[in-house]
């Protein structure tokens, strides 16, 4: 089954765009093209999951996320760049599960869109992309993502998030940690692995993702 994204988007280079690159995931994207007629394409299209911008013709987004709501409980992200606290306030009282401000990276719309589906659907996909809670981890290019922000790992760093985010909610022991390390090192010993996690906590700071990961005295580490 491939899941359809039906995109209400007026610039048809972001519409492309997001198009072509659902394509990459198996996802199959549908551009909305009569602006006057939204529910209708919307019925015909029956989407797993709607996109949509606040600026567009005749009517904006929020009448639009409006009208879906009251006929459908499909996911609906907002993608904008009217950025402001009173306007993502609008469109999450109006029925949006997300909101991603325009300009924006594709990779962390398409593992919001994905965590969405995988949320509402059981969807499964074999991805490079992990997410929990807003912070996203892109494990083929070592980076993590929080708020559109980035920052980049190390090949330690990135070894020692994968198993967090694979046991997120579950206390992960230093051994488990230490094991994992040891993969492709001769050796590591404790103080590399706190070494490490202290980097982590820096880096996850300077994109304000705070208290990501917390010690659990004499057992190990948790995100949760």
């Keep these: ?11 048809e280079v972001i519409a492309s ?6 394509g990459n995931w198996d996802l199959e994207g549908i551009i909305a093209d009569d602006f006057k007629n939204i529910i209708e394409e919307f019925i015909a299209c029956d989407p797993a999951l709607v996109l949509i ?4 013709p005749y009517y904006n ?35 949006a599960d997300d909101f991603v401000v325009k300009p924006f990276n594709v990779d962390v719309l398409i593992a919001k869109i994905l965590a969405l589906l995988r949320r509402s659907y059981d969807y499964k996909v074999n991805s490079d992309l992990k997410e929990y809670k807003g ?37 992960v022991s230093r051994e488990q940690l230490m094991q994992k390390l040891w993969e492709s090192d ?14 982590i906590r820096k880096k ?16 190990g580490y948790i995100i949760d």
Excluded at 1 to 8: H, L, P, W
Aim: hydrophobic fraction near 40%.
């Design 1 to 11: 089954m491939k899941y359809k994204v039906m995109i209400i988007e007026d610039d």
């Design 17 to 22: 765009t997001l198009k072509r690159q659902l």
């Design 53 to 56: 911008d606040i600026s567009l």
């Design 61 to 95: 987004g929020y009448k639009w996320c409006e009208d879906i709501r009251k006929i459908s409980k499909v996911p609906i992200i907002f993608i904008s760049s009217m950025s402001d606290n009173l306007n993502i306030v609008m469109a999450m009282n109006m029925g």
């Design 135 to 171: 912070l996203i981890l892109d494990v083929g290019a070592s980076l993590l993502y929080y708020n559109d922000q980035k920052v980049e790992l190390t090949k330690n760093e990135l070894k020692i998030m994968i198993v967090l985010f694979d046991n997120h909610g579950r206390i």
């Design 186 to 199: 001769y050796y590591v010993d404790d103080n590399t692995l706190s070494v490490n996690m202290t980097r």
């Design 204 to 219: 996850l700071e300077s994109i304000k993702a705070y208290d990501v990961i917390k010690t659990k005295k004499g057992q």
